[in-house]
């Protein structure tokens, strides 16, 4: 289903970015970042390559959030794993797809605008990082954006406890009879 | 400090044991080998259209099969966890978005469809919308004097009522809309001794809304009906020009099939599955299309959001989340013009208010942390009037699951920025100490002057803007204009017999307002024409 999802995807992401799509996995996959080695341990989908490329990033977008709660990004990485398993099997295949491209220099660059490893950036940099990100107007762009920044803030604020820190007292006790 | 989080809540969930109340409900989690179910009538999907159809066709004495993806899941399980609510209540657990991830969308996936999760609003059609299906698109019998009829009746039907006691976020869209002498009014609410406690979105947990899994459901299972849950359409059965079923793949708990097929026979089926869900059925089955027209112009009310925070507490997720609505900016440049935009308040949840304050770190924190003091707004554009605004267009993946391709352009871009505008406005002009619409690259602004000046220096770019939506409709447009449409006015399919469309994607464009009175009144109109004509 992959190889013809990118296919499909092709003339509608535009030139380079289809072109990305369907090369940049392969490239991946031959310079050994990506494997499907199924789910890191833990985790519902999210696998041990995704895991390190995204912990970075979840230490920054939740940073103040995370130090309130003394929670650690994987906690919050778990949160956001457990949204996608609500996904359709093809919304996290476009998904991986794009965490296997983020894997690669050039396609971190066309996708986030940083060419270094989010691991090898400290703080300030991930956070200038992110926000040239999303003034990006790129299809790629956008996809990563949206499929990874704003369901990792739902995923953590959702949980009850981590609702708690907002100063949102919380609901309603249900009494089952 | 407003705090219900001690408050005791209880209620008779009507779902608690099926069996005794004789209602006939298969768990398609329990099916695991093939067979066939006969009716006179099936239906796929179980929301507005769905819900309506099955009790007006059940109460007919017609045998109905009511077909629902979703599991069963009611009153008893709704815990008003934010994320398990939306895990297990909405399309996609609230991952859903359009193809390249621009517009998150919010549609319910339940017994009830979007009618257990949505936020109670109750209008008609606006009768600039009926006009435009009659002239554009040939719409016939629905005009604004032959619709009242059904409108009222689903009105009774659900217990639709101006609401009262107003929260103070909606408090603030009145008090603003006064001074700044902007049209507001009361929103009507189907609900029935509601607490105004404002778990709306989350499955009403006293059963006071009067969705489709406490009304029409019952009704219908109490007539005779079968509900067949945790079971998903696959694909129409068609014989020659005739549909004569569905072929159904039940699914276990994590949304995989179980390997068995239901082969459901009837010389009668209705397709209720809501915008994407409705087109995305008729492309896996290859209906005949001759213009290409299944899933064209499907439409979802591009919604813009913006904050407001105050030096006292509005406790924004407390209480019925919208009350009041301002049709200032509606039909500003008339039907066809500029993006016109509906304004409504939102309930703020705190998982909520971390996916729509577009923004991260230090900045998202600022803002979320101040939960208890924030309001929120939203805005919706109707889309599919202007000739710039053609929607979106249903497609399948190779697996056969359904993405909506809707391109932002720069029709939604403009009127997003206006609407931004309004909202910050408003929120001043209700005493807001700092306001912030819903874009990545936006500050808080401390005066409207601040934030005319600074707004208008932001990019209206597609990832920056936050744009959601939680009202999909069209797809399947109805009307005599064959070119344009595929379904008649009376949900008839044009190119099959025995195959009906009753939901929202029969809208040739948006509704202009909440869907869910309009998706009702259509459904109860045609059904009750179906059922006459299956009886005659």
């Known amino acids: 289903m992959a190889v013809e999802m990118h296919r499909r995807d092709f003339l509608k992401t535009g030139l380079f970015g289809g072109a990305l799509l369907a090369t940049g996995s392969s490239l991946a996959l031959l310079s050994g970042c990506s494997s499907n080695d199924g789910p890191a341990e833990g985790y519902l989908h999210l696998r041990q390559q995704d895991v390190e490329l995204l912990l970075p990033l979840t230490g920054v977008v939740l940073a103040q959030a995370l130090e309130k709660s003394g929670a650690s990004a994987e906690t919050a990485l778990k949160a956001y794993d457990k949204v996608l398993n609500g996904a359709m099997p093809g919304t996290r295949a476009t998904m991986f797809q794009l965490f296997d491209l983020m894997q690669l220099g050039a396609a971190r660059w066309y996708i986030t605008g940083s060419w270094a490893s989010f691991a090898d950036q400290d703080q300030a940099t991930l956070t200038q990082t992110l926000q040239a990100w999303f003034t990006l107007d790129r299809t790629l762009s956008r996809m990563a954006w949206k499929g990874l920044v704003q369901p990792l803030m739902f995923a953590w604020f959702a949980q009850p406890e981590a609702g708690l820190t907002t100063g949102y007292p919380g609901p309603p006790q249900r009494v089952i009879s | 400090m407003q705090d219900l989080s001690t408050l005791k809540i209880q209620s008779k969930d009507p779902w608690k044991d099926p069996k005794a109340n004789g209602w006939d409900v298969i768990d398609g989690r329990q099916e695991l080998s093939d067979r066939t179910l006969e009716a006179d009538v099936v239906i796929v999907g179980s929301g507005a259209g769905g819900g309506v159809s099955a009790e007006i066709l059940s109460q007919k004495g017609l045998k109905v099969i009511l077909v629902e993806a979703a599991r069963l899941k009611s009153s008893d399980e709704f815990n008003l966890n934010e994320a398990e609510a939306y895990h297990d209540l909405y399309q996609e657990g609230g991952m859903r978005a359009t193809k390249d991830g621009t517009m998150s969308i919010m549609q319910g996936r339940a017994v009830g469809g979007t009618t257990v999760v949505n936020w109670t609003s109750s209008f008609r059609t606006p009768v600039q919308t009926l006009d435009f299906w009659r002239d554009q698109f040939g719409v016939e019998g629905m005009d604004e004097a ?373 998706i009702y009144g259509v459904s109860a109109r045609n059904a009750t024409l179906l059922a006459d004509k299956l009886k005659a």
């Open chain 2, 146 to 518: 032959a619709m009242a009829p059904w409108f009222a009746q689903m009105e009774k039907r659900l217990k639709v009522m101006k609401w009262v006691a107003h929260n103070s976020n909606n408090q603030i869209m009145q008090d603003a809309c006064q001074s700044l002498g902007w049209q507001s009014d009361v929103i009507p609410r189907n609900v029935s001794g509601c607490w105004n406690l404002g778990y709306c979105g989350m499955g009403c947990p006293t059963n006071a809304k009067q969705s489709m899994l406490v009304t029409t459901i019952p009704a219908a299972m109490d007539a005779g009906a079968t509900l067949l849950h945790s079971a998903q359409a696959d694909t129409l059965i068609i014989e020659g020009d005739k549909v004569t079923g569905v072929r159904i793949k039940t699914l276990d708990n994590n949304k995989i099939a179980t390997g068995a097929t239901l082969t459901l026979k009837a010389a009668t089926v209705i397709v209720s599955g809501g915008s994407i869900q409705s087109p995305a059925l008729l492309l896996r089955s290859q209906v005949p299309d001759p213009h290409e027209r299944v899933g064209k112009r499907t439409f979802t009310h591009p919604t813009s959001f913006a904050f407001g925070i105050f030096d006292k507490e509005i406790a924004p997720y407390y209480g019925a989340p919208q009350s009041i609505y301002c049709d200032e900016f509606s039909h500003q440049d008339g039907i066809a013009g500029k993006a016109g935009y509906k304004m409504e308040m939102m309930a703020l949840h705190p998982g909520m208010v971390g996916a729509f304050v577009a923004g991260f770190g230090q900045q998202a924190w600022d803002e979320i942390s101040q939960l208890p003091n924030m309001g929120g707004a939203i805005a919706m554009i109707r889309d599919g009037f202007h000739e710039q605004s053609q929607g979106g267009a249903v497609e399948l993946r190779d697996n056969g699951e359904p993405v909506i391709d809707y391109p932002i352009n720069e029709y939604v871009l403009e009127g997003t920025r206006r609407a931004h505008l309004s909202m910050v406005e408003m929120f001043f002009a209700a005493g807001a100490k700092k306001v912030r619409p819903s874009h990545s690259q936006a500050d808080y602004y401390t005066s409207w002057k601040d934030a005319q000046a600074r707004l208008s220096k932001l990019a209206y770019v597609p990832v920056a803007t936050g744009i959601g939506c939680a009202h999909v409709m069209g797809g399947l447009a109805m009307g005599s204009d064959e070119s344009q449409c595929v379904v008649n006015s009376d949900g008839s399919y044009k190119h099959l017999d025995g195959l009906y469309v009753m939901d929202g994607s029969v809208f040739p464009t948006s509704v202009g307002a909440n869907p869910q009175l309009s």
